[in-house]
């Protein structure tokens, strides 16, 4: 039963009763908005206090029958649960919804279903696949032991649902190996433009930040780089690069722009985009890009260098791009000067072209 392409949908996120009121508000904003993003209409947003999710269907039982009565009565056929659930919890929330016409996806499924509508590159189809694959593979297998389990207990114990398990494990290994195969010719032949940048000498500068920070803006901005800019969560899902001119040293260096991150961005993904990511992984040095009209600025820079230690660059000198200042009169020039100063900030407008010359000079000066 595929979900349709506007679905009316329930979001909840079950969290620890001591989480902040405000970064409980700020998880289920980001829940709505990447909802928004993948075309659903929100009909109401949930929260549920937990110390511990329910270990069977991670949500309480009285909640999913609230949710299932408000379904009921609003038309809604999915569930968006802001967590990551285990194999076996997505399968007993599926079969508690399923008589009333509707499906779960957790985090993970949200994330990915946004990615497969977004994607444009034959590799970025490819990647998504990949995770898609890691991500569901061991729903699959969950949902073999669980029918094993139901099987047990009419004395045909193993049996069929351990057959269809290994079948189904084979089909994955399978697809898997052939995805991974084909990844790998394409991302072969950018690792090869790659050398050959390095060989005639060309820097390389990584644009990376929060989803919707402005990256693709700022490419374009600096390089009129025809790029896709949109006011949604992950409009880029591949790497765009181009040239700039830097006039201090005579010379140009390659800009490149990535795919955006989120808070609680699965690991599964960025292990998929690893290819993607390359080019941020091997740059020389990289601007970060933070919104400095967002409210959550802070958690999201924190977030942000959380990933940029998981691909291991925290030793790339890195420059904090605070953009669009149109937006925000009042910022705060600075307190963040001061509070992020081995990041030597610099403040723009992508959109207005503002502050764009400091940065090209600071970019001259940090590129080691
Ligand atoms: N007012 C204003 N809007 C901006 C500025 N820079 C970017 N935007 C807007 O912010 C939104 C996101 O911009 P993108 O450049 O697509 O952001 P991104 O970081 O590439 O986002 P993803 O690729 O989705 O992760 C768009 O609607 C832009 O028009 C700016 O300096 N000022
Ligand atoms: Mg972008």
Redesign the pocket.
């Known amino acids: 039963m595929p979900v349709s392409q506007k679905p009316r949908a329930i979001l909840i996120d079950v969290i620890p009763s001591t989480m902040e009121p405000l970064q409980a508000k700020r998880r289920l904003m980001e829940l709505e908005s990447l909802t928004r993003t993948y075309g659903g209409i929100v009909v109401v947003k949930l929260l549920q206090k937990r110390a511990l999710p329910n270990y069977r269907t991670y949500i309480g039982k009285g909640k999913l029958e609230e949710i299932i009565q408000i379904a009921k009565e609003e038309h809604v056929e999915l569930l968006i649960i802001n967590n990551l659930l285990k194999a076996s919890q997505m399968y007993a929330v599926g079969e508690l919804l399923r008589p009333h016409h509707m499906r779960a996806w957790d985090r993970i499924d949200l994330i990915l279903n946004i990615f497969a509508k977004n994607a444009k590159t034959a590799e970025a189809q490819l990647q998504i696949k990949l995770a898609a694959i890691h991500h569901m593979g061991p729903r699959i297998y969950g949902m073999g032991q669980e029918m094993m389990r139901q099987a047990g207990g009419t004395g045909t114990r193993g049996g069929q649902g351990e057959t269809n398990t290994e079948l189904m494990k084979r089909h994955f290994a399978q697809q898997e190996r052939r995805l991974k195969r084909e990844l790998e010719s394409l991302t072969k032949s950018r690792a090869n433009h790659r050398r050959r940048r390095m060989r005639i000498g060309l820097k390389t500068v990584s644009i990376v930040?929060?989803?919707?920070?402005?990256?693709?803006?700022?490419?374009?901005a600096l390089t009129r780089k025809k790029?896709?800019?949109?006011?949604?969560?992950?409009?880029?899902?591949d790497t765009r690069v181009g040239k700039l001119w830097l006039p201090n040293m005579q010379t140009s260096v390659l800009l490149s722009?990535t795919?955006?991150f989120i808070q609680d961005l699965p690991p599964q993904l960025i292990d998929a985009f690893r290819s993607t990511l390359d080019e941020t992984v091997s740059a020389d040095l990289l601007l970060h890009?933070i919104?400095v009209?967002d409210p959550f600025m802070a958690e999201k820079i924190r977030e942000v260098e959380e990933v940029l230690d998981v691909l291991q660059v925290s030793d790339t000198p890195k420059i904090y791009v605070f953009?669009?200042?149109?937006?925000a009169p009042k910022f705060k020039r600075g307190t963040l000067s001061k509070r992020y100063a081995p990041y030597t900030p610099v403040f723009?407008?992508?959109?207005?072209k503002?502050g764009l010359d400091e940065l090209i000079d600071q970019i001259s000066k940090r590129l080691p």
């Open positions: 930040g929060y989803t919707n920070a402005g990256k693709s803006s700022l490419l374009r790029v896709h800019v949109a006011d949604t969560l992950f409009a880029t899902l722009d795919i955006g890009v919104d009209s953009n669009k200042i149109d937006l723009v407008s992508a959109e207005n503002a």
